[in-house]
T-cell receptor
Framework: NAGVTQTPKFRILKIGQSMTLQCTQDMNHNYMYWYRQDPGMGLKLIYYSVGAGITDKGEVPNGYNVSRSTTEDFPLRLELAAPSQTSVYFC??????????????FGPGTRLTVL | RKEVEQDPGPFNVPEGATVAFNCTYSNSASQSFFWYRQDCRKEPKLLMSVYSSGNEDGRFTAQLNRASQYISLLIRDSKLSDSATYLCVVNINTGGFKTIFGAGTRLFVKA
């Protein structure tokens, strides 16, 4: 299994440009997440999905959009990039939570700089 | 008040030292607890779950104190390879599960 894969690894955008960060998992996990991590800070949840066709906002959704047409893929769309969106973006997935051990598996991250 | 708080450190310790990290959480609906490890410029990875009875994995021991709402991680006989950021993670049952990540505690182990 490849686990969670993300593309691209790095990207530089100009203010006002748009792009899609790709995330794919091959573990047949229902739950998928997008986080951003600013330097020296914890992970902040942008959007999450509990299954194909279902998405919901997290803590910091403004400026982003997501879709979940398949179990495997959970792309994150940035419209009108702003310098405040400079961050490292992590995609994660896990099985449906059961209250017990429920590890989130993370992709390697996408480092985005908006200039 | 943050839902999950950690001392950001950094903790600078020599090889072989014992080091302990604490984490406090504020939501009494918190149900499950974890420590993740994040190496520099890498993704977080699960280090261990934390149980009320305490649990040990080699040199690592995790403890949970529900009454005081804190969890701890003890690392014995520190190795250079233990240098990383340790994230405290809490799952809260609010009808659906919400996962909160602490900002992390940085550890540097020196030769």
């Amino acid at each position: 299994n490849a686990g969670v894969t993300q593309t691209p690894k790095f990207r530089i955008l100009k203010i006002g440009q748009s792009m899609t960060l790709q995330c794919t998992q091959d573990m047949n996990h229902n739950y998928m997440y997008w986080y951003r991590q600013d330097p020296g800070m914890g992970l902040k949840l942008i959007y999450y999905s509990v299954g194909a066709g279902i998405t919901d906002k997290g803590e910091v959704p403004n400026g982003y959009n997501v879709s979940r047409s398949t179990t495997e893929d959970f792309p994150l769309r940035l419209e009108l990039a702003a310098p405040s969106q400079t961050s490292v973006y992590f995609c994660a997935s896990r099985k449906s939570p059961s209250g017990g051990v429920n590890e989130q598996f993370f992709g390697p991250g996408t480092r985005l700089t908006v200039l | 008040r943050k839902e999950v708080e950690q001392d950001p450190g950094p903790f600078n310790v020599p090889e072989g030292a014992t080091v302990a990290f604490n984490c406090t959480y504020s939501n009494s609906a918190s149900q499950s607890f974890f420590w993740y490890r994040q190496d520099c410029r890498k993704e977080p990875k699960l280090l261990m779950s934390v149980y009320s009875s305490g649990n040990e994995d080699g040199r690592f021991t995790a403890q949970l104190n529900r009454a005081s709402q804190y969890i701890s991680l003890l690392i014995r006989d520190s190795k250079l390879s233990d240098s990383a950021t340790y994230l405290c993670v809490v799952n809260i049952n609010t009808g659906g599960f919400k996962t909160i990540f602490g900002a992390g505690t940085r550890l540097f182990v020196k030769a």
